[in-house]
């Protein structure tokens, strides 16, 4: 019981003794007008006042030793543990009302005021900080670096080759990168076609052609010498040229979007993307040169080993706000802020998301807080909860005792008062 209900207790019990005290004095006058309105008037305050202490009394412990209607609180101790957790559970935290205040919260609000004005920017760099710095420590590097290689490697096996490739070439089909394909190798051969090497090679190429015509005969030797210098007199140097213009000439025209040979092209590209899907020789052919280019050239331990090594020699010889690995991490964690801040899109969708978790939860939880009453309410016995009651509303039922003794007189004058006139 605090020092404020002992003080109660104090005046309620003076008061109780003064009116009992004045009850024995007045009582031999009773007789006389005065004696007898004082002893009614101390009599029902002394009334009043015992019968108050004994309720409140009653309400923690036995008085006067009366086990009959007496320890009410005690007793139903378990009641009214039961009837506060209902209230809390059914009426006060309920699903409906947890979630109707959680919707009038916008959670990436109160993340941001948190970022930008409680220092949570900072915090979250420094936990980020000391995550990096606690895993470039403590990882070893030959292990880190085998378990990346063997997982990209197994990744690796098992996506399929051809089903990518087809994507992609599809995609790219569909937004008109065939066109840029075929003109980018077109430019290509048109460049190298231009060439005066191309020409060495179309005039050599000329010449070893006709050797093969004209196969020693002196006939065919005789007549082209005749039709083509004599006659005609085109002489190989010349051919050349003009086959290298040809050929610069047919690929020109190819380029241009109306083209035949362009749209044969095209054509060909499709029936190749078509029998790429149904040949399983071309598909197995990948996959093979997959596995095998994986396998050969897949090796990534030592370059992690490395890094992992150089990011040790430079975090030791750094101090903690001069590594640029935190340099990186803390733009990085800057911008994501002030991207987030920017984008009402995400802020709604995390709103969305965080909402609709909570939610879930709430709906999955939402008995625990019962248990959780219980469990805290379970720690009182019944000597903790009178002594608990006591400490908190001592002072109003200690004034009952008082009032009671007040009441009580002003009842017992009245009563006097009507029977003496009315005698």
């Not at 050599?204 to 005789?222: D, H, I, P």
């Not at 690995?325 to 709103?351: M, P």
Request: proline letters at 2%.
């Amino acid at each position: 019981m605090n020092i404020l209900s002992k003080n109660n207790y104090h005046k309620a019990s003076i008061t109780l003794a003064v009116v009992t005290v004045g009850f024995l004095i007045s009582f031999p006058f009773r007789s006389s007008f005065a004696g007898g309105l004082l002893e009614s008037l101390f009599g029902a305050a002394m009334i009043g006042g015992l019968a108050d202490w004994f309720a409140v009394s009653a309400l923690f412990r036995k008085p006067l030793g009366i086990p009959w209607r007496t320890e009410i609180i005690p007793k139903n101790r378990d009641k009214i543990f039961n009837t506060l957790i209902d209230m809390a559970e059914n009426e006060l935290l309920t699903r409906d009302n947890i979630k109707k205040r959680l919707a009038g919260y916008n959670i990436s609000d109160l993340l941001i005021r948190y970022i930008t004005e409680y220092g949570g920017n900072k915090n979250i760099k420094v936990i980020l900080n000391r995550i990096i710095r606690d895993i470039w420590v403590n990882i070893n590097p030959e292990d880190t670096g085998k378990y990346l290689e063997d997982l990209l490697k197994e990744n690796a096996l098992k996506i399929k080759l051809s089903p990518l490739l087809l994507e992609v070439v599809e995609w790219s089909l569909k937004n008109g990168y065939d066109e840029k394909v075929i003109d980018y190798f077109l430019d290509e051969l048109i460049r190298i076609c231009g060439h005066r090497q191309m020409k060495i090679m179309i005039l050599n190429l000329y010449c070893n052609f006709r050797k093969l015509y004209e196969q020693g005969l002196l006939r065919r030797k005789v007549a082209n010498e005749i039709i083509l210098s004599f006659i005609l007199r085109l002489p190989p140097e010349i051919i050349a040229d003009y086959l290298q213009a040809e050929l610069l000439k047919f690929l020109k025209e190819i380029k241009e979007p109306a083209s035949f040979w362009r749209d044969k092209i095209k054509v060909r590209i499709q029936a190749i993307l078509l029998n790429l899907k149904q040949d399983t020789r071309i598909i197995n052919k990948l996959e093979a040169w997959k596995i095998n280019q994986i396998e050969q050239n897949l090796h990534i331990q030592n370059a992690v080993v490395a890094f992992i090594r150089a990011l040790r020699e430079e975090a030791a010889a750094a101090q903690d706000k001069t590594w640029q690995l935190y340099s990186w991490t803390d733009g990085y964690i800057d911008r994501l802020i002030k991207n987030f801040k920017k984008d009402y899109v995400k802020q709604d969708r995390l709103n969305e998301v965080v909402k609709s978790a909570l939610n879930n939860w709430i709906d999955r939880q939402h008995k625990q807080i019962g248990i959780i009453i219980k469990e805290s309410l379970n720690r009182f016995s019944g000597y903790l909860l009178v002594e608990f009651i006591e400490n908190r509303v001592g002072n109003d039922l200690q004034m009952i005792r008082i009032n009671g003794s007040v009441v009580g007189g002003l009842t017992g004058v009245l009563i006097f008062l009507l029977t003496f006139w009315m005698t």
